[in-house]
Structure formats: C-alpha cells, structure tokens
C-alpha cells in the first residue's frame, strides 16, 4: 500500500471515532432560551421587595437616569421628592389633580405635562409641556406593576413612608373592613 491510501485509511479511522464519540457522548447543546418578559407576582411580595423591584426599574428599564442625574440638570433630582411632592400640590402654581404624595408622583409619571416643574419644561412652552414621556408609552413602557414599584421606591429613597398599596395589603385592609 502506498502512503497515500495508509494515512487516507489512518485518516478515515480518526474521523470516524470521532464522528462515533461525538454522537454517542457529547450531550446536544439546548438552544438558549429566548429572555423571558419579567413576571411579577405582585401579590406575594412584601414592602421591601417592592421597592427593590422598582430601584431596579428605575435604574433599568425605566431610564429615569438618563435625565433625572446631578450631571447635565436635564430635570430635577429625585432623591427628595416624596417630601418635594407635598410642597408642589401645595403650590399656587399647581394645576394637576394630584391630592398626595403618592398621587402627585403618579401624576408626574404618567401624565408630565399635567403640573411641570418650573424651569424644566420645554423650551418656549413657558413650562406648559413637559419633555418627559409618559413612562407607560415608547421604549420605556412600565405596566402598573413597575409604576408601583417605582413609586414605592422613591418614597423609601426619600425616607418617607412607602405609601403604595401593593394587593397583599390591600388583602388585608378589604379583610379588616369585612369586604371580599
Ligand atoms: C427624557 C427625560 C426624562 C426621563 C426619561 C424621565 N424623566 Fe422624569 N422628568 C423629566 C423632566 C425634564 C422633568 C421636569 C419637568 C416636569 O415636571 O415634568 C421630570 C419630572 C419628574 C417628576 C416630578 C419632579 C418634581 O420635582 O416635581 C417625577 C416624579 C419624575 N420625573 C419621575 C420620573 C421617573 C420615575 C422616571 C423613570 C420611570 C422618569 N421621570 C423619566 C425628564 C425625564
């Protein structure tokens, strides 16, 4: 036999066991699974995990950082604002129809141009239009869940207490009022 045909057959063998290992003892790859859209189950959660949901959306998916930061001033430091809120639904200038803390960070979120903090608002619209989106629009998104979250969020950020009624409290207070 000429070299040619004893590494051709030599070549042959090797591809073969391979061939043989690789069907018989390397396990499949599985197909990553696609991201799953994130589930929350509200009602099992406590306080302190709501609010960790929503620094996460805050910081995540709902892009508040991306204007609400010290750099560039594009809006108003958040840090404050469960006790800013009660100030601003006080303030003469106030139109929106927020009547709590709670309500006027609600309000601010999903419908902005309703009250726009002064000197913020778009420019040549004497702060009547507001340039934040309404969060549950667009990119960014949020369902009722992360507004909460969110919200419950800002309030502990601010050290104020975290007023959010998440439906396992809810829960409770129907129970205390003998409702279903
Ligand atoms: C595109 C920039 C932008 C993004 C993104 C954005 N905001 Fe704003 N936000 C503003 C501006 C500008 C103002 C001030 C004008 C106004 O009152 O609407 C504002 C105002 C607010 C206020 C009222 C502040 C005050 O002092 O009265 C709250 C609360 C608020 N934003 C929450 C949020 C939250 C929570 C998110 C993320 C889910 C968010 N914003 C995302 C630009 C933004």
Do not use: W
Not at 128 to 149: C, F, H, Q, W, Y
């Amino acid at each position: 036999m000429s070299n040619f045909v004893k590494v051709t057959i030599f070549s042959l063998f090797v591809i073969g066991v391979y061939t043989l290992f690789s069907v018989k003892y390397v396990p499949p790859i599985k197909p990553e699974e696609p991201p799953k859209e994130e589930a929350f189950d509200e009602g099992s959660m406590t306080v302190d995990e709501f609010v960790s949901l929503g620094e996460v959306v805050y910081n995540g998916k709902g892009a508040c950082t991306l204007c609400h930061t010290p750099v560039g001033g594009r809006a108003p430091l958040l840090d404050n604002i469960a006790t800013v809120a009660s100030e601003r639904i006080k303030g003469a200038g106030y139109k929106g129809s927020a009547k709590t803390a709670e309500e006027y960070i609600r309000e601010s979120m999903v419908s902005p141009s309703a009250y726009v903090a002064a000197g913020f608002g778009v420019t040549g619209t004497n702060d009547k239009e507001s340039p934040m989106p309404d969060v549950r629009t667009g990119s960014i998104g949020l369902n009722e869940t992360e507004i909460k979250a969110v919200i419950a969020y800002l309030q502990r950020l601010g050290g104020a207490e975290v007023t959010v009624v998440t439906p396992p409290q809810a829960q409770e207070q129907n129970a205390m009022e003998g409702k279903q």
